[in-house]
C-alpha cells in the first residue's frame, strides 16, 4: 500500500512539474501591475472553483464507499423521492459558486478597465498601435519615431495605448503584461499596461487574420529610463521616413516581417488611419483625411 501511494504522490509530482512548466512567458509569470492584478483574478476564481470541486469529488467516493454492497449498516430507501434539504443544498452550493466567481470577475473588470490609467508618479509614454497585414506598427506621437514589429518601452513607466487597425480585426496581447484588446478598422480602443523591471517579452496577434496570422508576432523591449532615451535618439538619427507614400507600400501584406524603425512620421498619420479605410493603392485617401484633421 505504501508502494502504490508513493508511486501515485510521484506522479502528481511529475505532472504538476511538467504543467507547470508550461507556465513561463505566460499569464502565469506577470512583469508588470496589471498582469499580477490578472493571475491573482485566476487564482481567487480557480480558489472558489476548487472549494466546490473537492469536497463534491470527496462526496461523491464516500458515498460510493459507504453504499456498496457488503456494507450492511447502510439503509436501503428504495422509495425515498423527495428531501427539502437535500434540494437545498443541491441548488445553493452551484448558486454561491456562480455569485463568489461573478463577484470576483465583476470587480476585477472595472479594477481593470483596460483604457483606466495606471496610477504612477513617473509621467505615462504614449504609443499608438495599428495592425496591419501582418505586421504591426508603433508610434511613439511624441518623440516623432516609429518600429515595427518591435516595442521598446521605458521600465516602470505607464503606458498608454492608443490602437487600431488598418483592415480586418485584430488583437493586441502581451501575455506577461496582461489585457488582450481587440483593434478594429475606423475605431480606436485604449489600452493601459506597464513593465515593472527590464526584458524581452512575447508579443503576438491573438485573432486569426489570414494566412500571414502564424508570423504576426513582436518582441516588447522594456529597457531602463536611460536606456530608452538612447534608443530614442538613435532610432531619430537613423531610418527612413513614415509618410503618406511610406505607409502606403508598408501596408501591403507581408509575411515574417524583419523589425525595422522610422526616424520620423508624419503629422497625425495615426489619425488619418483611423479617419478612412486604408487600401494599399490610396496613399492619397490617407493624405486627405490627414490633412482635413490637421486643418481642425
Same mark, same amino acid.
Given at each position: 500500500?505504501?508502494?502504490?501511494?508513493?508511486? =501515485?504522490? *510521484?506522479?502528481? &509530482?511529475?505532472? +504538476?512539474?511538467?504543467? /507547470?512548466?508550461?507556465?513561463?512567458?505566460? %499569464?502565469?509569470?506577470? !512583469?508588470?501591475?496589471?498582469?499580477?492584478?490578472?493571475?491573482?483574478?485566476?487564482?481567487?476564481?480557480?480558489?472558489?472553483?476548487?472549494?466546490?470541486?473537492?469536497?463534491?469529488?470527496?462526496?461523491?467516493?464516500?458515498?460510493?464507499?459507504?453504499?456498496?454492497?457488503?456494507?450492511?449498516?447502510?439503509?436501503?430507501?428504495?422509495?425515498?423521492?423527495?428531501?427539502?434539504?437535500?434540494?437545498?443544498?443541491?441548488?445553493?452550493?452551484?448558486?454561491?459558486?456562480?455569485? =463568489?466567481? *461573478?463577484?470576483? &470577475?465583476?470587480? +476585477?473588470?472595472?479594477? /481593470?478597465?483596460?483604457?483606466?490609467?495606471? %496610477?504612477?508618479?513617473? !509621467?505615462?509614454?504614449?504609443?499608438?498601435?495599428?495592425?496591419?497585414?501582418?505586421?504591426?506598427?508603433?508610434?511613439?506621437?511624441?518623440?516623432?519615431?516609429?518600429?515595427?514589429?518591435?516595442?521598446?518601452?521605458?521600465?516602470?513607466?505607464?503606458?498608454?495605448?492608443?490602437?487600431?487597425?488598418?483592415?480586418?480585426?485584430?488583437?493586441?496581447?502581451?501575455?506577461q503584461l496582461g489585457s488582450?484588446?481587440?483593434?478594429?478598422?475606423?475605431?480606436?480602443?485604449?489600452?493601459?499596461?506597464?513593465?515593472?523591471?527590464?526584458?524581452?517579452?512575447?508579443? /503576438?496577434?491573438?485573432?486569426f487574420s489570414g494566412n500571414?496570422?502564424?508570423?504576426?508576432?513582436?518582441?516588447?523591449?522594456?529597457?531602463?529610463?536611460?536606456?530608452?532615451?538612447?534608443?530614442?535618439?538613435?532610432?531619430?538619427?537613423?531610418?527612413?521616413?513614415?509618410?503618406?507614400?511610406?505607409?502606403?507600400?508598408?501596408?501591403?501584406?507581408?509575411?515574417?516581417?524583419?523589425?525595422?524603425?522610422?526616424?520620423?512620421?508624419?503629422?497625425?498619420?495615426?489619425?488619418?488611419?483611423?479617419?478612412?479605410?486604408?487600401?494599399?493603392?490610396?496613399?492619397?485617401?490617407?493624405?486627405?483625411?490627414?490633412?482635413?484633421?490637421?486643418?481642425?
Open positions: 500500500m505504501n508502494a502504490v501511494a508513493r508511486l =501515485l504522490g *510521484g506522479a502528481i &509530482a511529475i505532472i +504538476g512539474v511538467a504543467a /507547470l512548466g508550461g507556465c513561463t512567458e505566460g %499569464v502565469l509569470d506577470p !512583469k508588470g501591475p496589471i498582469a499580477s492584478a490578472e493571475r491573482q483574478i485566476l487564482f481567487n476564481a480557480l480558489g472558489i472553483m476548487l472549494a466546490i470541486v473537492i469536497p463534491t469529488i470527496l462526496a461523491t467516493l464516500g458515498v460510493a464507499a459507504w453504499f456498496r454492497a457488503s456494507n450492511r449498516r447502510a439503509r436501503y430507501l428504495p422509495d425515498f423521492e423527495y428531501s427539502g434539504r437535500l434540494e437545498v443544498l443541491v441548488w445553493a452550493i452551484p448558486a454561491m459558486t456562480v455569485i =463568489l466567481v *461573478g463577484g470576483v &470577475a465583476w470587480v +476585477g473588470a472595472h479594477d /481593470l478597465d483596460p483604457r483606466k490609467p495606471i %496610477v504612477s508618479t513617473t !509621467k505615462p509614454i504614449n504609443i499608438q498601435v495599428v495592425s496591419l497585414d501582418w505586421k504591426w506598427l508603433f508610434i511613439y506621437p511624441d518623440a516623432g519615431i516609429a518600429s515595427v514589429n518591435q516595442l521598446t518601452i521605458p521600465a516602470g513607466t505607464p503606458v498608454n495605448f492608443e490602437l487600431t487597425s488598418s483592415g480586418v480585426m485584430n488583437s493586441f496581447f502581451v501575455p488582450q484588446i481587440y483593434t478594429m478598422a475606423g475605431m480606436v480602443t485604449h489600452l493601459a499596461l506597464q513593465a515593472d523591471r527590464p526584458g524581452t517579452y512575447r508579443g /503576438l496577434s491573438a485573432q500571414g496570422f502564424a508570423d504576426m508576432r513582436f518582441s516588447v523591449d522594456v529597457a531602463s529610463a536611460e536606456d530608452f532615451t538612447r534608443w530614442v535618439d538613435a532610432t531619430r538619427s537613423a531610418g527612413p521616413v513614415l509618410d503618406q507614400q511610406a505607409y502606403a507600400e508598408l501596408v501591403k501584406p507581408s509575411h515574417a516581417v524583419v523589425p525595422f524603425t522610422y526616424g520620423a512620421v508624419a503629422s497625425n498619420l495615426f489619425g488619418g488611419i483611423v479617419g478612412s479605410v486604408m487600401q494599399p493603392d490610396a496613399p492619397s485617401q490617407l493624405s486627405h483625411s490627414t490633412a482635413q484633421r490637421t486643418e481642425k
